[in-house]
């Protein structure tokens, strides 16, 4: 029944009679139907075929390599490495205002840094020392240290003391800010300004003291 009622509606519609006008460009051609003023533009198959021609193609990665690049073209890190060399940096820290906080925050790193580093290395040095035949022990230090001139002495005593106390009284300043206090902007300069301070007047006791 449906097949029927089908081929009938076939028969029964007429078929659409299109006509083609060409515009003034010769690669589209306008198809207008009669029963409607909206036309469709649509291309020509041979402007079709030229675009295929034009297509743009990528380069693949195992294509052959200038020998302006002067590396081996099997070595492809090497030729990555030269790209990046080309690339701009980001600015580091050349290009920010020198600041207490963070200037006494990347102190309190290095100073930590060279306290932990060194302890380690004078405690491997020590236990090593008797089979090496060094004589590291405090009494040999000791007199070791005292035939060194004033100055001398001085200034090492001092090199030693200062990371010690800046680490010291900054650390303190850290304990103060874990009970949520000194936390406004003012009171952080203020009192990294007083680290500095005690730091340089006690290093300076600590060098000259018994010198």
């Known amino acids: 029944m ?3 009622r089908f081929t009938q509606l076939s028969v029964r519609r007429k078929p659409q009679q299109r006509s083609y006008t060409r515009l003034n460009n010769p690669h589209y051609l306008v198809l207008q139907k009669p029963t409607s003023l909206t ?15 034009l297509t743009q193609s990528r380069p693949a990665a195992t294509e052959s390599i200038p020998p302006s690049y002067k590396v081996p073209l099997h070595d492809g890190n090497a ?12 600015p580091h820290l050349s290009i920010y205002q020198p600041q207490i906080p963070w200037t006494l925050s990347a102190l309190n790193r290095i100073t930590g840094s060279v306290l932990s580093g060194g ?22 230090l000791a007199e070791s240290f005292a035939e060194l001139p004033t100055l001398v002495k001085g200034g090492l005593k001092f090199l030693v ?13 850290h304990l103060v800010w874990d009970s949520g206090r ?5 009171s952080v300069v203020r009192t990294g300004w007083v680290v500095v301070g005690l730091t340089m007047v006690s290093s300076l006791g ?5 010198t």
């Not at 490495?81 to 701009?88: A, D, E, I, Y």
């Not at 000194?182 to 003012?186: L, R, S, V």
């Not at 600590?206 to 018994?210: H, K």
């Open 2 to 4: 449906n097949v029927q």
């Open 39 to 53: 036309s469709i533009r649509y291309p020509a198959p041979a402007v079709i075929t030229h675009c295929k021609s």
């Open 79 to 90: 030729i990555l490495n030269r790209q990046r060399l080309n690339r701009p940096v980001s």
């Open 119 to 140: 302890f380690y290395v004078f405690g491997f040095a020590y236990l090593v020392a008797p089979l090496l035949g060094w004589h590291i022990e405090s009494a040999a």
């Open 161 to 173: 003391a200062l990371p010690f106390t800046f680490h010291s009284f900054n650390g303190v300043r």
């Open 182 to 186: 000194e936390f406004a902007n003012k």
């Open 206 to 210: 600590l060098a000259v003291y018994g």
